[in-house]
Each structure stands twice: as structure tokens, then as C-alpha cells.
């Protein structure tokens, strides 16, 4: 995922919208995702962050100093995705952010 950016090229702000649903949960998506959506954008894997964890160990080499990560994900495996980005991050701010309907739906990382 970030691999192709150099170690040495730092970013301010890295933004992701990985898979994140939970590969369990992915029949019981309504017909417009599961049917509309490519599986490989749905599946987060076992945990719903598979990806996401992968996502968030290359930033650690790749996000400025004081840079911010943005992610999406499914409010089924937020807290799973919390404790990855507090074991990774112990000293950012990490805030949880809800969509326009309410549902805690969006994650960032202010290190």
C-alpha cells in the first residue's frame, strides 16, 4: 500500500480507505454493496483490519512527524482498529468521527 512511496519521503497526511469489513459479514451487506462493489474492496479478512493494520505499521516510516492519518471503517470492527492504532500510536490523539447519519464511521490519527 505504501510501499512504493520512498522511507525517505515524509507525508503530512495520509488518507485510506481500506477494506474493513469483517470477510463474516460480507453476505449480509445490502444487494447495492455486496453486488456493486469488487469483493477485494469489502473484505478486511478475518478481524475486518487486516489491512488496515498493514496499512497503519507503513505509515509509521512514512507519516511526518506531527502528519495525520484519515480512515474509514465499519463501526463492527472500530474497536479493533482502536487498539491497533493506540499500540502503534501511543501518543497521537486519535479521534472518532461520525458520518452525516450519526454512526461512528471515520478514525484519525493526529501524531
Known amino acids: 500500500m505504501l510501499e512504493p512511496v520512498p522511507e525517505d519521503i515524509k507525508l503530512d497526511i495520509i488518507v485510506g480507505n481500506?477494506?474493513?469489513?469483517?470477510?463474516?459479514?460480507?453476505?449480509?451487506?445490502?444487494?447495492?454493496?455486496?453486488?456493486y462493489e469488487p469483493h477485494i474492496a469489502l473484505d478486511g479478512g478475518i478481524n475486518g483490519v487486516d489491512l488496515i493494520r498493514t496499512f497503519l505499521i507503513q505509515a509509521l516510516e512514512r507519516l511526518h512527524e506531527h502528519g495525520v492519518i484519515l480512515l474509514e471503517a465499519d463501526p463492527r470492527v472500530l474497536e479493533t482498529l482502536l487498539d491497533f492504532a493506540n499500540r502503534f500510536y501511543p501518543d497521537a490523539r486519535i479521534t472518532v468521527h461520525t458520518d452525516p447519519f450519526e454512526i461512528t464511521r471515520f478514525v484519525s490519527i493526529q501524531t
Open 18 to 35: 481500506l477494506p474493513y469489513f469483517r470477510h463474516v459479514d460480507i453476505d449480509t451487506l445490502p444487494k447495492s454493496v455486496k453486488h
